[in-house]
């Protein structure tokens, strides 16, 4: 599963590094260990939170975002949503059973970005 939060242009602190991480990632934290409890204890689905650095066995949460259908990568190598462009952040929750992923997401000619051109 994968989950994404905005981060507005108008809110810049959801990113600041406080010594705690930021805000906007302890949200993401905190939203997925609520999902996680809940599909443990309304349903017999199982997850694991992966940790954030690829180098801790962990896995790039924007790039599981396309296969899901949610986002595509940009040349700014950000993922982009037609409702939120680049102002999003993502976590995954891997779980243990096998779930139907969209797909990625069409967006015609110009690709993501012409959504961000005013």
């Not at 705690?20 to 302890?26: A, H, I, M, V």
């Not at 462009?85 to 012409?114: F, V």
């Amino acid at each position: 599963m994968v989950i994404g939060v905005e981060h507005p242009a108008d809110r810049p602190e959801l990113d600041w590094h406080d010594g705690k991480g930021t805000p906007g990632n302890r949200t993401l934290i905190r939203t997925t260990e609520e999902l996680s409890t809940c599909l443990q204890e309304t349903y017999p689905v199982r997850s694991h939170r992966p940790p954030c650095f690829i180098e801790s066995a962990g896995i790039f949460f924007k790039d599981s975002a396309v296969p899901a259908g949610l986002a595509c990568i940009g040349k700014n190598d950000m993922g982009i949503t037609p409702e939120y462009g680049p102002h999003i952040r993502w976590r995954a929750l891997p779980i243990d059973r096998a779930a139907k992923a969209t797909g990625p997401l069409e967006h015609g000619e110009g690709g993501p970005c012409r959504l961000l051109i005013c």
